[in-house]
């Protein structure tokens, strides 16, 4: 069993910034994908960004690219989020999730394995 664990959320105005932390016990990852989604109220859950723990691979929605950072601690095997310039259309609740399967398919929700509670990230305007 895989628990995720996230952290980080809250409330900012737009053009600001957020780090979310998700941090994994029960398993010390080496080569598992590792992914955030969100989901914003009545919408559907949207892919944002995954990282490839052995490699390091990053993968990110359009949305995101260029305002969104995902890394890996693996002395803490935790995952971050550094959220820059945020908008609030970015208002959801965040998972992260891992795939302990090595899909290819990345940006789906389907393949991945575990998912952790979420946590709210708000944006002002």
């Known amino acids: 069993q895989v628990q995720l664990v996230e952290s980080g959320g809250g409330l900012v105005q737009a053009g600001g910034s957020l780090r979310l932390s998700c941090v994994a016990s029960g398993r010390r990852f080496s080569s598992e994908t590792v992914g955030w989604f969100r989901q914003a109220p009545g919408k559907e859950q949207d892919f944002v960004a995954a990282?490839?723990?052995?490699?390091?691979?990053?993968y990110y929605a359009d949305s995101v690219k260029g305002r969104f950072t995902i890394s890996r601690d693996s002395t803490k095997n935790t995952v971050y989020l550094q959220m820059n310039s945020l908008k609030p259309e970015d208002t959801a609740v965040y998972y992260c999730?891992?795939?302990?399967?090595?899909?290819?398919?990345?940006?789906?929700?389907?393949?991945?394995?575990?998912w952790g509670q979420g946590t709210q990230v708000t944006v002002s305007s």
């Open positions: 990282i490839r723990w052995g490699a390091g691979n990053t």
């Open positions: 999730a891992a795939d302990l399967g090595f899909s290819t398919k990345t940006t789906m929700p389907g393949v991945y394995d575990y």
